[in-house]
């Protein structure tokens, strides 16, 4: 249906300045004179490389960044109007590790740090590793899904940082000598180290690397319990 009224003789878009977001729209609306005129409007992207779209009713929609040159096109009377649209990358507010602490054997890797991004439309997700001590662990990047590889190396601590937008977010890592299993085949209350008074117990509980940390145990027959650093001499 052609549409009704008279004719435009002047064409134009507003607003007639436009910036948006990656995955933002925003529509480009016509001013005609006279006011009110009838038009049929054809809309392109003149310019931009793909930084946006534009729908049939003027609808922008940010794709990457960039700028781009925006036509409405009047079938009607011929006019046309040009609209210069800036698309803004959208930049992290955060980012997140899916484990921010870990223990590894010298030569265990843990094989996919990765970080996520807030918001999650996050532009651009290009992600700087390292380490704070880089003798204690070897990080490698898999190229294809951007996740770190971490290789204990030498026993020590060490944090494994992980840095884009100008955020930064790290992973505490503690390297040791292979782990043991310790069976424990008693019933009853076993003590690992430390004096067993309550008072002695809870003071040495905040002791660190140390034998002396462990908690007086009641053990279950058969059943076997793990602990982290446990010295040869236990």
């Given at each position: 249906v052609m549409p009704k009224g008279p004719r435009a003789v002047k064409l134009a878009l507003l607003p007639s300045r436009v910036t948006i977001k990656v995955d933002v729209s925003k529509r480009l609306v016509p001013s005609t004179q006279p006011r009110g005129a009838a038009v049929d409007l054809e809309w392109t992207v003149k310019e931009g490389d793909g930084c946006l779209?534009?729908?049939?009713?003027?609808?922008?929609?940010?794709?990457?960044?960039?700028?781009?040159?925006?036509?409405?096109?009047?079938?009607l009377s011929g006019l046309a109007a040009l609209r210069r649209v800036t698309v803004r990358p959208v930049v992290a507010k955060s980012l997140r590790l899916n484990r921010y602490t870990m223990m590894l054997n010298v030569g265990e890797s843990f094989e996919s740090l990765a970080v996520s991004f807030n918001p999650v439309n996050t532009t651009d997700k290009t992600v700087a590793w390292s380490a704070t001590n880089p003798g204690v662990v070897n990080v490698t990047v898999d190229e294809a899904t951007g996740m770190a590889k971490?290789?204990?190396?030498?026993?020590?601590?060490?944090t494994v940082v992980a840095r884009s937008n100008g955020k930064r977010v790290g992973c505490k890592v503690q390297v040791v000598n292979a782990r043991k299993i310790l069976t424990i085949s008693a019933v009853g209350d076993v003590l690992l180290g430390g004096d067993p008074r309550p008072e002695k117990v809870a003071q040495n509980a905040l002791k660190r690397n140390s034998y002396e940390a462990f908690h007086t145990l009641a053990a279950e027959k058969g059943e076997d319990y793990f602990f982290a650093n446990v010295r040869d001499e236990l």
């Open positions: 779209d534009v729908d049939q009713y003027g609808n922008v929609t940010g794709r990457k960044p960039g700028t781009a040159v925006v036509q409405a096109r009047d079938r971490v290789t204990g190396e030498r026993v020590g601590i060490t």
